[in-house]
């Protein structure tokens, strides 16, 4: 335990705010291989590991949101069991340009090495492998 008294394990899930929920999640499923879910009323998930994203639309039906919420705000980091040269070649068949990579980053473990591209809405999605050696 903390000194807080709080232990937190792991982020469950986010939210992403998007102009097109039906474009967000091909993007999500055919580019990085997530798993779409409809959940409650008509709401959205996208699964990978032992996390989701709910995807929200702009605006938002939910009742509580982030106080302003916006399509393209997010800067995501995903950790890649693929390769990070097999995960360039993925992205560049599928027509998605990458800004930048692969560079050497720090991620919440140690050294990665990341390539970065957009999500439709313009959001910043990094794709990554820790180094090893």
């Not at 590991?49 to 605006?59: A, D, F, S, Y």
């Amino acid at each position: 335990m903390s000194d807080t008294g709080i232990t937190l394990d792991r982020l469950d899930h986010l939210v992403l705010t998007v102009r097109d929920v039906e474009a967000t999640c091909r993007f999500y499923e055919t580019v990085l291989g997530m798993r779409r879910e409809e959940f409650g009323a008509g709401r959205v998930a996208l699964h990978f590991g032992r996390q989701k994203i709910n995807v929200h639309p702009h605006p938002s039906p939910v009742q509580i949101v982030a106080k302003d919420p916006r399509p393209g705000s997010a800067d995501l980091c995903f950790i890649a069991e693929t390769p990070l040269e097999e995960v360039a070649a993925h992205l560049e068949a599928r027509g998605v340009a990458i800004e930048m990579g692969p560079v050497e980053r720090t991620g919440a473990e140690g050294t990665l090495r990341s390539l970065y591209c957009r999500d439709p809405d313009g959001n910043l999605i990094e794709v990554s492998n820790y180094a090893t050696g």
